[in-house]
């Protein structure tokens, strides 16, 4: 995933009704090239044919 | 015994002298009262200190030991909790401006608990800001590490462990989503266990996120914390995540005795290059496993190769299911929230569906492999953090995008825990100098779903055979 520029994040956020301003938009850039970055990053095995578990796990009697 | 003294007791013993009738709750009460006007003003751990309720609660437990009545555990003994935990009639403001004016009409399950056990409610505890991750953007200013005034006393349950650190309180409760009962735990060298996902109610308490929530106590001793943990767990049919299992008796699960348990040590913690831990932190864990070690554990090296990764995850499904609880907020009161805040309720907000997804993926390898180990071992070890508590930058805002990956790779430390679901615990392993300051270092013992007991016990035998919890701050 290519990194979002300003101008990208502050379209996306219109396309949810929210409006990021001048003094957000540096850190809002630094923070979700981040998270979009480090995720990417990640190629573990089985992660593309997995699916989600839901999050309750049963006591073992 | 004089206030001075009293205030020092661990809550097992206070509760122990007010049962045999040699300290008060009203004496108990008072001197905490008198504790926190001397201390608080240094350290802002209270957002609201309920001195008339606390006092009026108190004449109605000392009137109720008088009649040979003992309401459970904790009868008399005063505790606080954090400020997302709804307390009827009492601001909770998960301290921020947008819910400075919200006043429930209801006890949250955990303050019924607490109750029930006889402890008093003293006061409300700061926090960051709708608990995100950041120490200084309590809407109720900045609350400070007792060890050194100018450092982090962990988020996000910052007021729990700055308060029970310095005796401003028994007991507490913190809120733990990626890791914010034991930062704070591990910072203010206390004891503070995340419980497994469906041990502790939720009910009245405002969300975080809701997968990864979770309700524990911060406390000064093991047993404090098995006593406050005993309190509030259990099955609450306004929760319906909570699991109707019986809950055990934690205090008299220990017994100290690790002879034959299986330890596994996370060697990815432990890698200075993988996760940048400090040689301190490093140290300190090692001579734990070793102190665990003779006392006839058997400790040996595991790999969770995910676990670096874990931070990543955790983080991207905590933003987004946060800033989805409330999204009327960041448009209508934009200005009410803290810039920090602020940013990261944006950031959850962009976060495309696909990447959420994947981070559930990953979450669900990340839990498979843990729980893979846990079949091996009883318990696994490992820091809480890569270092001691940092230094505070008062300054709002993001250095750097770097720094903001370094945040997501510190994260994985609790972030593992918070995915996998199962409990997990701090304890302080010793200190480290900074200056002319002594900072906690912490261990992280780990466990199997809803086995809280085990974990509870190592630290218990790892407690009763070293001097750290008899450390106090230089307040």
Same mark, same amino acid.
């Given at each position: 995933?290519?990194?979002?520029?300003?101008?990208?994040?502050?379209?996306?956020?219109?396309?949810? $009704?929210?409006?990021?301003?001048?003094?957000?938009?540096t850190?809002?850039?630094?923070?979700?090239?981040?998270?979009?970055?480090?995720?990417? $990053?990640?190629?573990?095995?089985?992660?593309?044919?997995?699916?989600?578990?839901?999050?309750?796990?049963?006591?073992?009697? | 015994?004089?206030?001075q003294?009293?205030?020092?007791?661990?809550?097992?013993?206070?509760?122990s002298?007010?049962?045999?009738?040699?300290i008060?709750?009203?004496?108990?009460?008072?001197?905490?009262?008198?504790?926190?006007?001397?201390?608080?003003?240094?350290l802002?751990?209270?957002?609201?200190?309920?001195?008339?309720?606390?006092?009026?609660a108190?004449?109605?437990?000392?009137?109720?030991?008088?009649?040979?009545?003992?309401?459970?555990?904790?009868?008399?003994?005063?505790?606080?909790?954090?400020?997302?935990?709804?307390?009827?009639?009492?601001? %909770?403001?998960?301290?921020?401006?947008?819910?400075?004016?919200f006043?429930?009409?209801?006890?949250?399950?955990?303050?019924?608990?607490? *109750?029930?056990?006889?402890?008093?409610?003293?006061?409300?505890?700061?926090?960051?800001?709708?608990?995100?991750?950041?120490p200084? %953007?309590?809407?109720?200013?900045?609350?400070?590490?007792?060890?050194?005034?100018?450092?982090?006393?962990?988020?996000?349950?910052?007021?729990?462990?700055?308060?029970?650190?310095?005796?401003?309180?028994?007991?507490?409760?913190?809120?733990?989503?990626?890791?914010?009962?034991?930062?704070?735990?591990?910072?203010?060298?206390?004891?503070?266990?995340?419980?497994?996902?469906?041990?502790?109610?939720?009910?009245?308490?405002d969300?975080?996120?809701?997968?990864?929530?979770?309700i524990?106590?911060?406390?000064?001793?093991?047993?404090?914390?098995?006593l406050t943990?005993?309190?509030?767990a259990?099955?609450?049919?306004?929760?319906?995540?909570?699991?109707?299992?019986?809950?055990?008796?934690?205090?008299?699960?220990?017994?100290?005795?690790?002879?034959?348990? *299986?330890?596994?040590?996370?060697?990815?913690?432990?890698?200075?290059?993988?996760?940048?831990?400090?040689?301190?932190?490093?140290?300190?864990?090692?001579?734990?496993?070793?102190?665990?070690?003779?006392?006839?554990?058997?400790?040996?090296?595991?790999?969770?190769?995910?676990?670096?990764?874990?931070?990543?995850?955790?983080?991207?499904?905590?933003?987004?299911?946060?800033?989805?609880?409330?999204?009327?907020?960041l448009?209508?009161?934009?200005?009410?929230?803290?810039?920090?805040?602020?940013?990261?309720?944006?950031?959850?907000?962009?976060?495309?569906?696909?990447?959420?997804?994947?981070?559930?993926?990953?979450? %669900?390898?990340?839990?498979?492999?843990?729980?893979?180990?846990?079949?091996?071992?009883?318990?696994?070890?490992?820091?809480?953090?890569?270092?001691p508590?940092?230094?505070m930058?008062? *300054?709002?805002?993001?250095?750097s995008k770097?720094?903001?990956?370094?945040?997501?790779?510190?994260?994985?430390?609790?972030?593992?825990?918070?995915?996998?679901?199962?409990?997990?615990?701090?304890?302080?392993?010793?200190?480290? %100098?900074?200056?002319?300051?002594?900072?906690?270092?912490?261990?992280?013992?780990?466990?199997?779903?809803?086995?809280?007991?085990?974990?509870?016990?190592?630290?218990?035998?790892?407690?009763?055979?070293?001097?750290?919890h008899?450390?106090?701050?230089?307040?």
């Open positions: 995933m290519s990194e979002l520029n300003d101008d990208e994040i502050r379209a996306l956020a219109k396309s949810v $009704d929210l409006d990021i301003p001048d003094s957000d938009i850190d809002v850039n630094y923070s979700l090239n981040a998270m979009l970055q480090a995720i990417d $990053d990640i190629t573990s095995e089985g992660i593309s044919v997995i699916e989600p578990l839901p999050i309750i796990i049963q006591k073992e009697d | 015994m004089s206030n003294e009293l205030v020092f007791l661990s809550a097992a013993n206070l509760a002298e007010i049962k045999n009738k040699q008060s709750p009203v004496e108990a009460v008072e001197a905490y009262l008198d504790r926190i006007n001397h201390v608080d003003p240094k802002n751990a209270y957002i609201t200190v309920l001195a008339d309720k606390a006092l009026e108190a004449h109605q437990s000392e009137s109720d030991i008088t009649s040979g009545v003992n309401k459970g555990s904790l009868h008399g003994v005063p505790v606080a909790v954090k400020d997302q935990i709804y307390t009827k009639g009492i601001r %909770t403001s998960s301290a921020s401006k947008i819910r400075s004016g006043v429930p009409d209801f006890d949250a399950t955990v303050v019924n608990g607490l *109750k029930r056990s006889g402890a008093i409610i003293l006061g409300k505890l700061n926090m960051t800001e709708f608990a995100m991750g950041d200084i %953007t309590s809407a109720f200013g900045v609350t400070h590490n007792p060890w050194d005034l100018d450092r982090n006393p962990g988020t996000s349950s910052t007021g729990s462990g700055a308060a029970t650190a310095s005796f401003m309180c028994a007991s507490s409760l913190g809120e733990d989503t990626g890791g914010s009962i034991r930062g704070p735990a591990a910072n203010c060298g206390l004891v503070g266990i995340r419980p497994t996902w469906g041990r502790v109610s939720r009910y009245g308490v969300g975080a996120s809701w997968s990864l929530d979770t524990g106590p911060i406390s000064r001793t093991v047993k404090d914390c098995a943990l005993g309190a509030i259990g099955f609450d049919q306004n929760d319906p995540y909570t699991r109707n299992i019986p809950v055990p008796d934690y205090a008299a699960c220990l017994t100290g005795d690790v002879k034959g348990l *299986k330890i596994g040590l996370v060697k990815e913690f432990l890698d200075t290059e993988v996760m940048g831990v400090t040689q301190a932190v490093r140290q300190g864990v090692m001579d734990a496993a070793e102190l665990l070690a003779s006392l006839g554990a058997e400790v040996e090296e595991t790999s969770l190769p995910l676990a670096p990764v874990s931070g990543v995850a955790s983080r991207i499904i905590s933003a987004v299911e946060r800033s989805s609880l409330h999204p009327e907020w448009r209508d009161k934009p200005d009410d929230f803290h810039h920090n805040t602020r940013v990261a309720f944006s950031v959850g907000e962009l976060i495309p569906s696909q990447v959420y997804y994947k981070a559930q993926k990953l979450r %669900t390898l990340v839990r498979k492999q843990t729980l893979k180990a846990l079949e091996k071992f009883d318990v696994l070890a490992m820091p809480v953090a890569s270092e508590a940092t230094i930058n008062l *300054k709002p805002g993001i250095e770097e720094a903001a990956v370094n945040a997501l790779t510190e994260g994985s430390y609790r972030g593992l825990f918070s995915m996998v679901s199962g409990p997990a615990m701090s304890i302080c392993c010793g200190f480290s %100098t900074e200056g002319n300051n002594k900072l906690p270092l912490a261990l992280q013992i780990a466990g199997r779903p809803y086995d809280e007991s085990t974990l509870m016990n190592v630290a218990y035998a790892y407690e009763q055979n070293t001097t750290w008899l450390e106090r701050p230089p307040l």
